[in-house]
């Protein structure tokens, strides 16, 4: 909380999402604890993206006026199911007592190194719940399903602020809803996802 209060002040939110990005361009992800994020999130970073964060980042707006995400460095802490679906995890996974959660060195294990501000184009809202189609928000859903998680890091007297930035960040950028279980066939096919949502840093 105290770190959202000094954030607010220089214009920035702290906000409950992972993200990665490629050439200076962020992907968020998004959702309710236990959706996917760690996993997701170093799932792409072991394919060579940057590791921004697993669970938190901030968020605010560059002079340009475009939406960017800062780093929150700090060690995941991963689930034993996150461990068996990683190569460079699983190893870790023989450490387990039941219902634990391990953290590690993302230096140590991915190789990873601290990036700059990225450039935020697009956000993805993992659940676990409803149909398995992927489909794009309008920006009222979009505000009414990613707020809640946005909101968890503040002040009282910042409510209204953060209200009005998450507002804008949906408004700027398309949120697409991905169910958890279409990410394994999206690897490898794309199977419905929007386009582009894993080719378009590769270019």
Known sequence: ???SEVLALSGKIFVHAGAVGRNNRCQLWTGRGGAGKTTQVLSLVAQ?????????VILGRGRDGLWR????????RVTAETCRLLPELFALGEDFKPGAK????????????????GILESIFLLTGEGSRTSR???????????????MHFLWAGHALTVMEA???LV????VTLIPRARLEEAKSVESGLPSGVFKEFDR
Do not use: C, T
């Open 102 to 117: 391990l953290g590690f060195s993302m230096e140590k294990l991915f190789g990873a190194r601290r990036p700059g501000p």
């Open 1 to 3: 909380i105290i770190l």
């Open 136 to 150: 794009r928000l309008d920006p009222a859903e979009a505000f009414e399903l990613v707020a809640p998680g946005f």
């Open 171 to 174: 408004s700027d950028l398309p």
């Open 166 to 168: 998450v507002m804008e």
């Open 69 to 76: 995400v800062w780093p929150f460095w700090r060690p995941p």
């Open 48 to 56: 060579g993206w940057d590791f921004y964060g697993d669970d938190q």
